[in-house]
């Protein structure tokens, strides 16, 4: 563990401490690795209790699976996760192992038998990544890893597929870089550098939070129909092949793509930014959707053309990749979480 990590543990672990008289913290780093640090703590009259912590630069429910994947029971109970920030999924995941965990925001678990308990919830965090800001480019280019997270993915050929500048482009993934979500190969500059993606379900996490709280532009719709996803094929995407681009997302989408309930509340289409406001009059009007603004069954979505560069075919219907799919499940809460980790799990597979 580097020195600066070094001391941002012991501050936040001093701080979880400060309310208890005469403790006394030792370190040393275990077994001389770089990835953890073991802590001794002495409270007046008791026996010194020792812990294992391991930094996470983020704290995603990925990057605590990854740390947990190979310990066993006993040495989870001597193990603290410490993070800036720990999301509601990853203590969560931490509490499903027994893991004691401590971040900077003041959430603290500290369970070690037979003497030591320390609990302590820090706050809800209005934003889910205060680090990192997340801009067209950066979504645009995280789009892409995620969407191919085991291609090699060269600058320039960034640069053509999202009209962003090669200049930017390397920008974004050395923000990347240092959050860990790439990594880099080939020469030290110019254009043969590539990257592959080295953890992409913590860059899916914190992608996915950030289109969650800024939702895209929708129009909303109503129409009768039985069957929502014969009323899809055989008369929706009749009117929009020819007056658009489009794809499917939402309980649509997963229905297609990792099917688990039989029930589409509401079909939720992206279409290409152009002109948005009159193509959904047209295809409002040749479809024969009532414009609503509650209780809607059909809802047009405004689509950047990367986006939907993405898409793939299945069913005869275009459908937004994983990730995305996932991102907007996500954001429907309730049921569609649950059917947005149905599909991270059967297909996303990270």
Request: charged share 25%; glycine share 8%.
């Amino acid at each position: 563990m580097a020195m600066r990590e070094n001391n941002r543990v012991l501050t936040v672990v001093r701080r979880a401490f400060q309310e208890l008289p005469d403790v006394a913290i030792s370190t040393w780093n275990r077994g001389g690795t770089k990835e953890s640090l073991a802590i001794e703590m002495r409270l007046a009259g008791r026996k010194p209790v020792r812990l294992d912590v391991v930094w996470l630069p983020e704290g995603w429910p990925s990057d605590v699976k990854r740390a947990l994947a190979h310990l066993d029971g006993s040495s989870v109970r001597h193990l603290v996760v410490a993070a800036p920030s720990l999301s509601a999924g990853a203590i969560e995941e931490l509490r499903k192992r027994g893991a004691n965990w401590i971040d900077e925001r003041g959430n603290v678990r500290l369970v070690v038998p037979p003497g030591l308990a320390l609990l302590k919830t820090a706050p809800p965090e209005r934003r889910s990544a205060p680090s990192f800001g997340w801009s067209r480019s950066r979504v645009m280019i995280a789009e892409i890893l995620l969407s191919e997270p085991r291609e090699p993915q060269e600058l320039a050929v960034i640069a053509a597929r999202t009209g962003i500048s090669i200049a930017q482009v390397s920008n974004v993934l050395r923000a990347f870089d240092k959050l860990g979500w790439t990594e880099r190969h080939g020469p030290k500059r110019g254009v043969g550098v590539w990257r592959t993606a080295a953890n992409p379900g913590s860059m899916l996490e914190a992608w996915t939070a950030h289109l969650v709280a800024a939702r895209p532009t929708r129009r909303y719709g109503h129409r009768v129909f039985r069957d929502p996803m014969q009323f899809l094929k055989s008369e929706l995407a009749a009117v929009l092949r020819p007056r658009t681009s489009w794809a499917v997302t939402g309980w649509a989408g997963a229905s297609v793509v990792a099917p688990l309930l039989t029930l589409t509340p509401a079909l939720h289409v992206y279409i290409a930014s152009d002109d948005f406001e009159r193509v959904v009059e047209d295809v409002f009007a040749a479809a024969k959707i009532r414009s609503v603004d509650s209780g809607s069954n059909v809802e047009l979505w405004r689509a950047e053309a990367p986006l939907l560069m993405h898409a793939g075919a299945k069913a005869k219907l275009p459908v937004v990749n994983t990730p995305r799919l996932y991102a907007d499940l996500f954001a429907l809460g309730g049921r569609g979480q649950d059917a947005a980790q149905h599909v991270r799990e059967t297909v996303i597979g990270y």
